[in-house]
């Protein structure tokens, strides 16, 4: 009986949240079984499959794909590892400055070896 009061006091909170507009918890779209690195594109698709009944929930967990305007080079990089955390990507610009930092956890080698000589400036 427990369960069943949680689950509808969930329910009656998503349904709360998506009546006022507002973006869904990371926890409460992992709930809804959307992943944290969902990107609205793939919301989009769900009518293909005759899931759109899922497009509100996957439009509130969502996140928007950066927009690269034209290619941007940077002038050098710095690639952090250090034990225990998450590797990092650092983009420094002109002036030696940190202009952008990406995280590469998922990345292969063959991954960051083009994303750098796509965006590093050659010499």
Aim: a negative charge.
């Amino acid at each position: 009986m427990s369960a069943e009061v949680n689950l509808l006091w969930l329910l009656s909170l998503l349904q709360t949240l998506l009546a006022c507009g507002a973006e869904l918890s990371s926890e409460a779209c992992r709930d809804l079984g959307f992943s944290s690195n969902l990107l609205c594109s793939s919301c989009d698709l769900l009518g293909e499959f005759s899931l759109t009944k899922l497009q509100p929930d996957c439009g509130q967990c969502c996140q928007q794909e950066a927009q690269m305007d034209g290619r941007k080079l940077y002038a050098g990089a710095i690639l952090e590892y250090v034990r225990g955390s998450d590797p990092v990507l650092k983009l420094l610009d002109d002036n030696g400055n940190i202009a952008e930092e990406l995280s590469i956890l998922k990345w292969n080698t063959d991954s960051v070896e083009e994303f750098l000589s796509e965006k590093l400036e050659r010499i």
